[in-house]
């Protein structure tokens, strides 16, 4: 069989490279190909496009990739009509993947959308184009596929990707002793996102943060390097790094928010991942100017962009995007946390309650069965390694 799969940004990569894994465990045989990058090539998957630089947060920082993003979706076309897959897996990523999914709907190309763009809302809004386009819509939240199915659409809550994320290496004490971290210290971890422009907009504040609250309390910090970014970004900043004695860990996220006493992330897939492992945190953004006057009009329309408080509905973590993100607020947001054990234990069974909403670990074995029923063409029940099982929320 012969399958495509585009993954635009870094988590759609990891998340669509854990289907394919499995995907290959029950169709070994299967030719994949597509757009992606490092986690997607180290399953195997020819890559036409290494799309680790085509993330962007809105319109205003989308302007300037348009033309690449132009030339890849038409060469994209050519090849598919060339090919004539199988299947398409689309995961996330809609101004290019939604555009592709509704071509591929007019060439006769099945289409398996995986992870939605805004699938987290739990309003319906602007969803005909996608239901339209996608043969099977595999979603990460059950209220999504509630609302799916209701418009008349084919849709399955798989659970949440994130979920298999969550295996440390070690239990938290091991991990907190190879991090350096004493017994009378506390561990704050540094996520500073996984886009170029994250890295830049943000790390000179995390770090500026990091110098003040190292003044009267015993604190370590370690930095989480994004797979997808390499060492020169931190090229400029290897000094401070070194006089504050931070730590740089590269695909560990998992193994840095299990050991940390609070976190400072932003705003993406990694807040979730803190969220399901109880990591109290501080949502973090910024942007370009033009950014964030369009930030600021979106976040007039949703009130909130962390997904844990998204999920919720409310407030459970602070978030400081923009201006707002000052040292000295951050600083004071996360020593209040420190320093309060019930606010601590208030904030960690409100992140529970969000990670218990994402259902249960599997999203990527689902979701490949789905797959391969796509691709065969034949009903769950005769699928050769057995039926699906939803996901339970």
């Known amino acids: 069989m012969n399958l495509f799969v585009c993954a635009g940004e870094a988590s759609g990569d990891q998340h669509a490279a854990l289907v394919i894994r499995e995907l290959l465990q029950r169709a070994p045989t299967t030719t994949v190909w597509g757009i992606g990058s490092v986690h997607l090539h180290h399953v195997g998957v020819r890559l036409m496009y290494d799309s680790s630089r085509w993330g962007a947060m809105g319109f205003v920082q989308a302007i300037p990739k348009i033309p690449g993003l132009l030339r890849a979706f038409q060469r994209t076309q050519r090849a598919l009509l060339a090919e004539r897959p199988d299947a398409l897996l689309l995961v996330d990523y809609g101004a290019f993947n939604g555009r592709l999914a509704r071509w591929a709907k007019l060439h006769d190309l099945a289409v398996l959308y995986y992870c939605p ?5 739990r309003e319906a809004e602007n969803v005909g184009g996608l239901i339209s386009a996608s043969e099977v819509i595999a979603t990460p939240f059950p209220w999504s596929a509630e609302l799916l199915n209701a418009a008349g659409g084919q849709a399955v809550f798989v659970g949440h990707p994130v979920l298999e994320l969550l295996r440390p290496r070690d239990d938290r004490a091991a991990l907190r002793q190879e991090f350096g971290v004493h017994d009378d210290e506390q561990l704050i971890a540094i996520l500073p996102g996984s886009r170029p422009f994250e890295l830049q907009a943000l790390l000179s504040r995390l770090l500026s943060a990091a110098a003040l609250l190292r003044q009267g309390r015993k604190v370590r910090f370690a930095l989480s390097l994004a797979p997808n970014l390499p060492e020169q970004f931190l090229h400029k900043r290897r000094a401070w790094l070194t006089t504050l004695e931070v730590a740089t860990v590269r695909g560990r996220t998992t193994d840095l928010l299990t050991a940390c006493d609070f976190a400072w992330v932003a705003s993406g897939t990694a807040t979730l991942e803190a969220a399901c492992l109880g990591a109290p945190m501080v949502i973090v953004y910024d942007a370009l100017w033009l950014s964030r006057l369009e930030g600021l009009v979106r976040r007039g329309r949703i009130g909130m962009i962390g997904m844990p408080n998204v999920i919720a509905g ?15 607020r951050l600083v004071e947001l ?15 069974a409100a992140l529970a309650a969000v990670k218990d909403s994402l259902g249960t670990a599997g999203a990527s074995a689902r979701t490949a069965e789905l797959l391969l029923n796509l691709m065969c063409r034949t009903s769950p029940e005769q699928l050769p390694h057995g039926t699906l099982e939803p996901a339970s929320a």
């Open 117 to 121: 763009p805004k699938s987290w809302r």
């Open 314 to 328: 409310h407030f459970i973590v602070p978030e400081l995007l923009g201006p707002d993100l000052t040292a000295a």
């Open 334 to 348: 996360t020593a209040r946390v420190l320093d309060d054990s019930a606010l601590r234990a208030e904030t960690v």
